[in-house]
């Protein structure tokens, strides 16, 4: 099995729009309360999603991975107008959700695998994203705006990260010496964003009992 295809056999093993969460989120069955703690601690992956396209900007400086850089670290703003709209608040990172932002941020990775698990994210963004959007205005009455903007950016710019991110793979890919150590990082990536998800149902669930 060739490199694309083992990725995409990973993508299909961690496809968060699997994660319970994400089926509460299409059918319209969460709370509030539950969509404001989503939001806190998603609020840690994008601005770890933005620390990883800044290595890699850093690693290999161009216009194109410096306008990457920007755009996702201005996509901080993006994700706090979702998370107002939500009444969400600023909230520690779970640790399922530190673990994320150990994966997506990838302070010491070298330029192929700060690459790989960036396009893994990435590649994956669209789908998640017009779900949520599709989510938010179907079933939980939010009107395009604010509270969907983040998601209207990731549906159609994700498309282009993702074409540039495998491009830029697939030049340095003749000379990476163990695809099995990418596919890993890949792997890692996408299994904790589900892991993050585990644990914004473990703490929502923690909330309910409390309650």
Not at 74 to 98: K, M
């Amino acid at each position: 099995m060739d490199f694309w295809n083992r990725l995409d056999e990973v993508a299909d093993r961690w496809n968060v729009l699997r994660h319970p969460f994400y089926v509460r989120w299409s059918e319209g069955t969460l709370t509030r309360e539950e969509l404001a703690l989503y939001s806190a601690q998603y609020a840690h992956a994008v601005e770890a999603l933005a620390a990883g396209t800044r290595r890699a900007a850093e690693l290999a400086p161009s216009p194109t991975s410096e306008e990457h850089a920007a755009e996702e670290e201005a996509h901080v703003a993006l994700w706090a107008e979702f998370a107002g709209a939500v009444g969400g608040t600023e909230a520690d990172p779970l640790p399922e959700t530190a673990e994320c932002i150990r994966a997506w941020s990838g302070p010491d990775r070298d330029l192929l695998p700060t690459l790989t698990a960036l396009y893994a994210v990435e590649s994956a963004q669209p789908a998640i994203s017009e779900t949520k959007r599709a989510g938010l205005t179907d079933r939980y009455g939010f009107e395009p705006g604010p509270a969907t903007a983040y998601f209207d950016l990731h549906a159609v710019r994700d498309l282009e990260h993702a074409r540039v991110g495998r491009e830029a793979i697939a030049e340095l890919l003749d000379d990476a010496t163990d695809e099995d150590a990418l596919v890993a990082e890949a792997e890692w990536a996408l299994a904790a964003n589900w892991h993050l998800l585990d644990g914004v149902d473990r703490a929502c669930a923690a909330d309910e009992e409390a309650a």
